[in-house]
């Protein structure tokens, strides 16, 4: 069976232990590749090779630094039918999914950081006539990067190509639900030239290899994304290290739709909100808001569309629905459903696990799910259920809409359909959510500040912002007289 190797001081390497892990194609439901098992030993191998590639890689000329990611993202483009084939084989997403968004993502991520690190400029003061103050910006050392697995290289990338970009040297950890990309990324950076030591990915379990790069006293940085639990745990072993720390996190989103919005773009993109990738995006619309008026008439017709959504192999064009990444998550998935009944929801589609037949009848496949009946603040309008699955919720007016989307302990996104401008500047003012979308949802311009409020995370990443984050400022105050 295909094993994955750690990727450490330029290097394809077995994990110090010899051990190996399970690596399931979900849609299958069956193991058909290997993933290192790595530890502590595995980690301080890729600190010692990331320490020792620091210097070199931070004084490169910009535009040589520069260069090599531009090649690495002109390789992922020349290989992105082989990545999207992999995306989807490891997380279970469609095959047209992985092609149309994460992977041309993934390239994206890499261009941009590349050249934005050109632009890239610190402030100067002058205070008065009597002083100048410039601040220098430079990268603060080996950076630990940790990522999920709902966006597996496209949030691999958006981490990596800033740290690298701003000078840095990475320890970087994909999920191990799927790491294959991440190790097909390793072998484009070999052939890209990057220096040894400037990228490690080891490969593991987030409790083991990941605390352990969490832990190590030369990270000085880690960026994660996952989920808030996860998120606690490493803030509360990273805070007393005094590291500096990016926490994207989990969501529990509100799609708002007013009376007065545009009622067909409306439907049609709280479909595509609520279930593309199974529902797995952190930006999903889980919690769908309508405004009395229009209530009865949404819910039907929604119903009726998403009824029409085919759930089914991966690789078939057709199908608008994958199988969901794990047993275990699909698992957590329907017990959220039967949460959802216990509280007096009503299942209006969906609700169960779908057999799809052929090479797929083992697969974790459930059916996209709608419920309607349960207030806004039992559990399964409160926690974060990342699957197939939304709730519809009826409203009366804005300030009570903006009491229940604010509700959750979550603070990601919202999304909002009116077409009253006042009404649209209002209520995004007051949403608590570091990102709303009106008459629209996911449009992404990767110069925004991306990141969450409340329990959805600390700090924020995205254009400057990634780049302060993967900087140190320091600034020198020189008196003119
Ligand atoms: P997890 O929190 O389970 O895992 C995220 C990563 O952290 C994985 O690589 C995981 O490894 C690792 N990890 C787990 N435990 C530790 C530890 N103790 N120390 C260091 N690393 C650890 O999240 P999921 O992978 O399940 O991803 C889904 C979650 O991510 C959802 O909550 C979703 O909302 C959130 N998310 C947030 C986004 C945002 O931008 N705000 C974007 C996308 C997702 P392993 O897989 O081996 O456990």
Redesign the pocket.
Same mark, same amino acid.
């Given at each position: 069976m295909f094993k994955i190797k750690n990727y450490i001081n330029g290097q394809l390497v077995e994990p110090e232990s010899g051990e190996y892990l399970d690596n399931y194609n979900p849609a299958e439901g069956k193991v058909y590749s290997l993933i290192p098992d790595s530890d502590d030993r595995d980690v301080q191998k890729a600190v010692v090779a990331a320490n020792a590639a620091f210097d070199g890689w931070s004084s490169m000329p910009v535009l040589k630094r520069s260069a090599i990611l531009l090649k690495i993202a002109d390789f992922i483009d020349r290989d992105h039918e082989k990545l999207a084939r992999a995306e989807s084989d490891d997380n279970g997403k469609p095959l047209s999914l992985a092609s149309r968004v994460d992977i041309p993502r993934a390239s994206s991520n890499m261009r941009f950081y590349a050249t934005a690190i050109q632009h890239f400029a610190s402030e100067s003061h002058m205070s008065d006539d009597q002083a100048l103050n410039y601040t220098t910006r430079t990268p603060v050392g080996v950076a630990g990067c940790? *990522?999920?697995?709902?966006?597996p290289l496209y949030?691999f990338t958006w981490k990596v190509a800033p740290a690298l970009a701003a000078g840095n040297t990475v320890v970087a950890?994909? *999920? /191990? =639900?799927t790491p294959m990309t991440a190790y097909l990324f390793s072998e484009l950076c070999i052939e890209a030239g990057l220096p040894e030591g400037v990228l490690n990915i080891v490969h593991g379990? !987030?409790?083991k290899a @990941?605390?352990a =790069?969490?832990e190590h006293p030369d990270i000085p940085l880690i960026s994660?994304? @996952? @989920?808030?639990t996860?998120g606690k745990? =490493?803030a509360a072993t990273a805070a007393p290290m005094f590291k500096k720390m990016s926490l /994207?996190? !989990? @969501?529990k989103n509100p799609n708002i739709i007013f009376d007065d919005c545009d009622f067909d773009q409306a439907l049609k993109v709280s479909i595509h909100s609520s279930f593309a990738n199974q529902g797995q995006i952190?930006l999903c619309g889980s919690r769908i808001f309508v405004q009395e008026g229009i209530y009865d008439r949404f819910v039907s017709q929604f119903v009726e569309r998403v009824k029409t959504l085919k759930v089914g192999d991966p690789h078939d064009e057709t199908s608008k629905v994958g199988a969901v990444v794990s047993k275990q998550h699909k698992d957590k998935i329907l017990s959220y459903i039967k949460l959802a009944q216990d509280e007096g929801g009503e299942i209006l589609c969906g609700g169960h696990q779908v057999k799809v037949e052929g090479r797929c009848e083992e697969g974790y496949f459930i059916a996209p799910t709608v419920i309607v009946g349960l207030d806004a603040t039992c559990r399964t309008n409160q926690e /974060?259920i990342?699957g197939p699955v939304v709730t519809i919720i009826p409203f009366k007016a804005e300030d009570e809409v903006i009491a229940l989307a604010n509700s959750t302990a979550y603070g990601?996104s919202a999304t909002i359909w009116t077409d009253n401008l006042k009404r649209a500047h209002r209520v995004s003012h007051q949403i608590k959510s570091g990102i709303v979308w009106v008459n629209t949802w996911l449009f992404r311009d990767l110069r925004t500040p991306f990141g !969450?409020m409340k329990q *959805?995370?600390v700090g924020r990443e995205g254009g400057e912002e990634a780049l302060r984050f993967f900087t140190e400022s320091k600034n020198i105050c020189i008196a003119l007289k």
């Open positions: 940790i *990522s999920p697995w709902n966006l949030l950890k994909p *999920s /191990e =639900i379990l !987030g409790a @990941g605390q =790069i969490v994660f994304t @996952g @989920g808030t996860t745990h =490493i /994207e996190l !989990g @969501g952190c /974060e990342f990601l !969450g *959805s995370g």
